[in-house]
């Protein structure tokens, strides 16, 4: 049998053709939005929405079962997501079931009854109301029973997922792992099916020919709240960490596998037998975390280098973009489209990076720089204030603040990260401070629990509100106490920067996440020159809107967020070359007796930006000039990260300090060079920085 799966970089795809793989003669597995590269299945770039692709690919490749997945459950009631839903499903299942009208396939479609991604239960929710994917999904769905031999299956799921995005156990799992409180609600019942056992179910069915519409559901009586007890008990964790919470909401039947229009059960159906309960799913869950496949399955989510197709350089950076064919074509969409800025493709970009690093909201802008200042203004940043940050860092980290009016206030950095260090921040909170910017100097987290736990104890001290904004330019990617930086459970808000040098690009670009709704709402304001139309057109008419504040248009245009979406999808794997480039570099440099390598402290994941090597120029017996003159005359440019902020100019004048209390910074400041680091560095290349810089240190002075 030649199965044909949709959607292999979700839970369900990715979890369907790892079980098929084994079971039949071939697969081959379509993305949905992440390339991925699961052992013995064929999955070739292709772009589901794509008529003639889809045609070609299906006509080639000859399946006997077609298993189409929809589950885009996160679309809503915002009308940019309208578009989204419906290509995401009605379209592509209108491409599926055209391509294979004369292929004589069975075609099955898996749609998915699932609640949005899991946060925290303790939020304030209301009911869950009509959205756009619902009524998608029944139409996908009705389109598929039309067509003959066909096979629809609705189901709730849960298991492991590929790649970065976690299902609510995974995600209750992390939390259990980390010792963080959750709260889940008492009276909703989790009656979702394992993945694996969902699987073996759709196998059966394939095997017996069962045609018709049938939901697959769970008949527990578990509450989500009881699901994350049994989770932890399973696991060996402590079950105090899941906290129950009350919600009066009308709760969904429970029902397994129930037909429509009095169909036979799908039980029935495929000789008898039972759903898998959600306690024996459980077993399995844990089971195939015993025995590694958790790792085995995210693994599939690290492909294939990109290929770059920028002309060959002359010259090693020590940064700079990659950008392959996939990027050049999500840009060139947009260019034939009407929509070139203030489009859809802006709110799928923001949606995609939310996704990515766990937080509810994201705010794209034109830089990282106006990401700094709309997130000041959003925290009520002005005149009098004082706002504490690095001093080893870009300007722009304390320009936020100047910009608002307010103080710059520097604190020394921690001599092994070069991070803010906490003790130092303790005593400089005073008061005035309105907001405390940690920098995550080359991408390595600062220790945000202890600055958050620091920050919560001043506010109570004096008073008021000291808002927590991490500069995260450097560490989009990164990770700290097993999380991806930006999911705020440390701070308010989060920057991100999309300039070239940096882990994705959208030539210059920024982006704020919060998750806070109040923060998203004065931040969207703020990026588009302080107009709301926010405003009920029956009484104003559709071209209505009122400048509620003094904005800015600090906006991102649809070719950058084309570009970043494109981009976004390489992020594990530019992650994962910097990693590797960085322990390629510290084998061969930790044995030097003039340079250091970089630390990273056990709580942190790094996603490398830069490589900072620690150099004794009195030992090496030449200057950083020297050495940075004699790599570029050998092909490699270094770059230093960076002036302190208090000794430019501007600042001595206007905001100067006592430059003694520093030490750690000016120590640092003597002695860095940021090697090149970046994901498209060859392997020869990285070889080539190595033995010119271990050569050098050879030689001593050269020769220039």
């Given at each position: 049998m030649r199965v044909f799966i949709t959607g292999v970089d979700g839970l369900t795809g990715g979890n369907l053709a790892w079980y098929f793989k084994d079971r039949v003669a071939r697969v081959l597995g379509i993305s949905r939005t992440?390339?991925?590269?699961?052992?013995?299945?064929?999955?070739?770039?292709?772009?589901?929405?794509?008529?003639?692709?889809?045609?070609?690919?299906?006509?080639?490749?000859?399946?006997?079962?077609?298993?189409?997945?929809?589950?885009?459950?996160?679309?809503?009631?915002?009308?940019?997501?309208?578009?989204?839903?419906?290509?995401?499903?009605?379209?592509?299942?209108?491409?599926?079931?055209?391509?294979?009208?004369?292929?004589?396939?069975?075609?099955?479609?898996?749609?998915?009854?699932?609640?949005?991604?899991?946060?925290?239960?303790?939020?304030?929710?209301?009911?869950?109301?009509?959205?756009?994917?619902?009524?998608?999904?029944?139409?996908?769905?009705r389109m598929?029973?039309?067509?003959?031999?066909?096979?629809?299956?609705?189901?709730?799921?849960?298991?492991?997922?590929?790649?970065?995005?976690?299902?609510?156990?995974?995600?209750?799992?992390?939390?259990?792992?980390?010792?963080?409180?959750?709260?889940?609600?008492?009276?909703?019942?989790?009656?979702?099916?394992?993945?694996?056992?969902?699987?073996?179910?759709?196998?059966?069915?394939?095997?017996?020919?069962?045609?018709?519409?049938?939901?697959?559901?769970g008949n527990d009586d578990l509450s989500n709240y009881s699901f994350g007890q049994e989770l932890a008990r399973i696991f060996g964790l402590d079950p105090a960490f899941i906290q129950p919470r009350i919600v009066?909401?009308?709760?969904?039947?429970?029902?397994?596998?129930?037909?429509?229009?009095?169909?036979?059960?799908?039980?029935?159906?495929?000789?008898?037998?039972?759903?898998?309960?959600?306690?024996?799913?459980?077993?399995?869950?844990?089971?195939?975390?015993?025995?590694?496949?958790?790792?085995?399955?995210?693994?599939?989510?690290?492909?294939?280098?990109?290929?770059?197709?920028?002309?060959?350089?002359?010259?090693?950076?020590y940064g700079c973009q990659l950008i392959d064919a996939d990027d050049m074509e999500a840009v060139t969409k947009v260019l034939h489209s009407w929509s070139l800025t203030q489009g859809p493709?802006?709110?799928?970009?923001?949606?995609?990076?939310?996704?990515?690093?766990?937080?509810?909201?994201?705010?794209?802008?034109?830089?990282?720089?106006?990401?700094?200042?709309?997130?000041?203004?959003?925290?009520?940043?002005?005149?009098?204030?004082?706002?504490?940050?690095?001093?080893?860092?870009?300007?722009?980290?304390?320009?936020?603040?100047?910009?608002?009016?307010?103080?710059?206030?520097?604190?020394?950095?921690?001599?092994?990260?070069y991070n803010m260090d906490p003790d130092a921040l303790e005593q400089k909170i005073t008061a005035r401070t309105r907001a405390v910017i940690p920098v995550h100097f080359a991408g390595q987290s600062c220790d945000m629990k202890r600055i958050h736990d620091i920050v919560r104890k001043k506010e109570i001290e004096f008073g008021r509100k000291i808002t927590l904004i991490e500069d995260a330019c450097h560490a989009l990617g990164s990770c700290y106490l097993g999380t991806p930086v930006g999911d705020g459970r440390f701070s308010d808000m989060t920057i991100f920067s999309f300039h070239p040098v940096k882990h994705i690009t959208t030539g210059e670009g920024g982006m704020v996440v919060t998750n806070d709704m109040a923060l998203e709402k004065k931040l969207k304001i703020l990026r588009s020159h302080g107009i709301s139309k926010n405003f009920d057109a029956?009484?104003?008419?559709?071209?209505?809107?009122?400048?509620?504040?003094?904005?800015?248009?600090?906006?991102?245009?649809?070719?950058?967020?084309?570009?970043?979406?494109?981009?976004?999808?390489?992020?594990?794997?530019?992650?994962?070359?910097?990693?590797?480039?960085?322990?390629?570099?510290?084998?061969?440099?930790?044995?030097?007796?003039?340079?250091?390598?970089?630390?990273?402290?056990?709580?942190?994941?790094?996603?490398?930006?830069?490589?900072?090597l620690r150099c004794d120029f009195v030992h090496l017996e030449m200057s950083r000039i020297e050495l940075m003159g004699a790599l570029k005359d050998r092909g490699i440019l270094t770059q230093v990260h960076y002036i302190p902020v208090f000794s430019h100019p501007y600042y001595r004048e206007r905001f100067p300090v006592d430059e003694t209390a520093f030490p750690h910074t000016w120590n640092y400041y003597e002695t860095c060079l940021s090697l090149p680091l970046f994901p498209g560095m060859s392997d020869a290349e990285v070889e080539t920085v190595i033995r010119e810089v271990c050569a050098l240190a050879k030689t001593k002075k050269p020769n220039r």
């Open positions: 992440h390339p991925v590269a699961i052992p013995d299945v064929e999955t070739p770039a292709l772009n589901v929405q794509n008529y003639n692709r889809v045609r070609q690919c299906l006509t080639q490749f000859k399946p006997e079962v077609i298993i189409h997945t929809i589950s885009a459950v996160h679309y809503g009631h915002d009308p940019a997501d309208q578009e989204r839903s419906w290509r995401s499903n009605v379209l592509s299942t209108r491409v599926i079931l055209d391509a294979a009208r004369d292929l004589h396939a069975r075609v099955v479609l898996i749609s998915i009854e699932a609640e949005d991604s899991p946060f925290n239960e303790e939020v304030p929710i209301v009911g869950d109301p009509e959205n756009w994917y619902v009524s998608d999904r029944t139409e996908a769905e598929v029973m039309d067509h003959p031999e066909s096979l629809v299956l609705r189901t709730r799921l849960f298991g492991w997922n590929v790649g970065d995005v976690e299902c609510f156990p995974e995600w209750l799992l992390r939390n259990l792992f980390n010792k963080e409180t959750v709260f889940c609600f008492t009276e909703r019942v989790f009656s979702a099916i394992y993945v694996l056992d969902f699987a073996e179910l759709l196998g059966r069915c394939l095997r017996q020919g069962v045609t018709g519409f049938f939901r697959v559901i009066r909401l009308p709760l969904p039947a429970n029902a397994a596998c129930l037909p429509t229009d009095g169909q036979p059960t799908l039980l029935n159906e495929i000789g008898g037998g039972q759903v898998p309960t959600v306690r024996e799913g459980l077993a399995a869950f844990f089971r195939d975390w015993r025995d590694g496949f958790p790792n085995r399955l995210k693994e599939c989510a690290k492909v294939a280098a990109p290929v770059c197709i920028l002309p060959q350089r002359d010259v090693i950076p493709t802006i709110d799928h970009f923001e949606k995609d990076v939310a996704q990515t690093v766990h937080a509810r909201y994201a705010v794209a802008v034109n830089s990282g720089t106006a990401a700094l200042h709309i997130a000041c203004l959003a925290c009520g940043v002005g005149p009098g204030d004082e706002v504490i940050t690095s001093p080893i860092t870009f300007a722009a980290s304390a320009n936020c603040a100047v910009y608002c009016g307010a103080v710059p206030l520097f604190v020394d950095i921690d001599p092994q990260t029956t009484n104003h008419g559709p071209w209505y809107y009122e400048q509620v504040a003094l904005g800015f248009n600090y906006r991102m245009t649809d070719l950058q967020c084309a570009l970043g979406i494109s981009q976004l999808k390489k992020l594990n794997w530019f992650r994962d070359r910097r990693r590797k480039i960085v322990q390629r570099y510290n084998e061969a440099f930790s044995g030097l007796s003039w340079g250091i390598p970089p630390y990273e402290a056990p709580q942190s994941e790094a996603n490398f930006h830069l490589y900072v």
